[in-house]
């Protein structure tokens, strides 16, 4: 069954130190990958999606994350993190070849960014 | 924007009661979608729509159940509450698209609580 792992639960950064957050997905063939954002009290919204192309993408906010098929990684970046980041963030898969649209999310990670 | 509206923020109800929540996108989706969001387990889905009066369980339909009769609006119900159906539910609906590549949008979510 496809699957999405989001390794850290938890990050609590300093305001202006570097971000990563993991995500890596089981499944074997073409998928659509996406990465929401939830702030404290409202609703999810999406920060970026890779379909297909350069496997570098860039969202809103400053945020990036990079495809790396070999590793089924999609992981999420941001060079300089501030006090409003602090949210939840989730990874999603989709397969194409599926057919259905039906989307796995990972666990989640919250992030505490300190001022 | 795309706007989906669930009907109610905040909702207690007692152990054995039929539930009804609403939710109803402003955007002509065919896609529409059911999850619960509980801490540290991400978001599962429930049920989702890919047209009218059409329906597929996701990961977790036991002891719900969903109509759409129209495109717009797409309704879960919970049977007979129960206390471990106290979670927040969240609604989300998309386009169709090609390779099912559209992302999601979500509504703010309904807490739930069932005594």
């Known amino acids: 069954a496809q699957s999405v792992s989001q390794h850290n639960h938890h990050v609590i950064l300093s305001e202006a130190a570097s971000l990563e957050l993991g995500c890596n997905y089981s499944?074997?063939?073409?998928?659509?990958l996406f990465w929401y954002v939830q702030y404290p009290g409202q609703h999810l919204q999406l920060l970026l999606k890779?379909?297909?192309?350069?496997?570098l993408v860039k969202g809103i906010k400053g945020f990036e994350a990079e495809f790396i098929k070999s590793k089924f990684s999609f992981n999420l970046r941001k060079p300089s993190v501030q006090w409003s980041d602090t949210a939840e963030y989730f990874c999603?898969?989709?397969?194409?070849?599926?057919?259905?649209?039906?989307?796995?999310f990972g666990t989640g990670t919250r992030l505490k960014v300190l001022a | 924007d795309v706007k989906v509206t669930q009907s109610s923020r905040y909702l207690v109800k007692r152990t054995g009661e039929k539930v009804f929540l609403e939710c109803v996108q402003d955007?002509?989706?065919?896609?529409m979608f059911w999850y619960r969001q509980d801490p540290g387990l991400g978001l599962r889905l429930i049920y989702f729509s890919y047209d009218v009066k059409m329906k597929e369980k996701g990961d977790i339909p036991e002891g719900y159940s969903v109509s759409r009769e129209k495109k717009e609006r797409f309704s879960l119900i919970l049977e007979s509450a129960s206390t471990n159906q106290t979670s927040m539910y969240l609604c989300?609906?998309?386009?169709?698209?090609?390779?099912?590549?559209?992302?999601?949008?979500f509504g703010d979510g309904t807490r739930l609580s069932i005594l």
């Open positions: 890779y379909f297909s192309g350069d496997p």
């Open positions: 955007m002509d989706h065919e896609n």
């Open positions: 499944y074997g063939g073409t998928v659509n």
């Open positions: 989300a609906s998309s386009f169709r698209g090609q390779d099912s590549n559209q992302p999601q949008h």
């Open positions: 999603a898969v989709n397969s194409v070849a599926s057919g259905t649209y039906k989307y796995i």
